[in-house]
């Protein structure tokens, strides 16, 4: 798959995509897989072109809390670009796909050339930290039966498909609320006629009337999301095996990695 079904890369003018294409490695991210836990230092960033990846909060007492989704709009490890380095959360696969890696040095040797990377990436942080608000708001003040609708609406955004591979259970444990809840909510969907749930599978069937149901975080957090990011990618000119290795030789040795060899 081409890497550029990840919003941020395909976002990168020609110039900056073409530094940036032979450093990428394609990896199959399997669903439950941890990309890294709570205090380690990201050794890389990840880009989800199909895989979608749920950020969370653990307790001591084995507890958890979602608090941010990443798809194919963004990228896991954004502690390396902020140079804080270890992160306080814990990257899961929530749904099993795609992705391209980017090793930590490469990446900031990247991002260190500035251009139109660094403003993408910031504004990418301000979503993020818009939908962690929103998420927190949200817990506080919204009912089960809307953060259920919600987070299936941010699920979809981000799927292939309009059927999402998730249990009662996982939800329970993304929501940080009872499992009894988040099964009465889906009973009360499924009864509406908005979405059918079939072992572990939630298909939906009425996206609609679903967003009716959840609260205007959603919303929010798409609007701001669309405000800060183009949501169509750029058009990108061919870029040569050949120009990609040359622009991208300076980077490589700026990040102590081997240089690659044209075939």
Excluded at 58 to 84: H, K, P, Y
Excluded at 222 to 247: D, F, I, N
Aim: proline residues 5%.
């Amino acid at each position: 798959m081409d890497p550029r079904h990840n919003q941020l890369l395909a976002a990168l003018p020609d110039d900056e995509w073409a530094r940036w294409l032979p450093l990428l490695e394609p990896v199959t991210l399997r669903y439950g897989q941890v990309l890294f836990e709570s205090g380690d230092t990201p050794s890389s960033v990840m880009f989800p072109t199909t895989a979608v990846v749920s950020l969370s909060y653990m307790t001591r007492d084995g507890g958890s809390a979602e608090f941010a989704v990443v798809g194919n709009e963004g990228l896991v490890g954004i502690s390396l670009f902020l140079g804080g380095n270890a992160t306080p959360s814990r990257a899961l696969v929530q749904s099993a796909g795609l992705g391209y890696r980017l090793v930590a040095s490469g990446f900031k040797a990247l991002v260190e050339h500035g251009g139109t990377a660094l403003q993408l990436l910031l504004r990418y942080t301000q979503s993020l930290i818009v939908q962690t608000a929103q998420t927190a708001a949200c817990n506080r003040h919204h009912s089960i039966d809307q953060q259920f609708c919600r987070r299936l609406l941010m699920g979809l955004d981000r799927a292939q498909s309009d059927e999402l591979a998730m249990t009662h259970e996982a939800i329970a444990n993304l929501l940080g609320v009872r499992r009894e809840g988040v099964t009465a909510a889906a009973k009360k969907l499924q009864l509406a006629g908005v979405i059918r749930y079939h072992r572990g599978h939630i298909e939906v069937l009425d996206r609609p009337r679903l967003e009716l149901q959840a609260c205007e975080c959603y919303a929010v957090g798409k609007r701001e999301h669309q405000r800060l990011l183009p949501t169509q990618p750029r058009a990108q000119g061919p870029v040569s095996l050949q120009q990609a290795l040359r622009l991208a030789v300076p980077v490589r040795a700026a990040a102590g990695l081997p240089m690659a060899m044209a075939a």
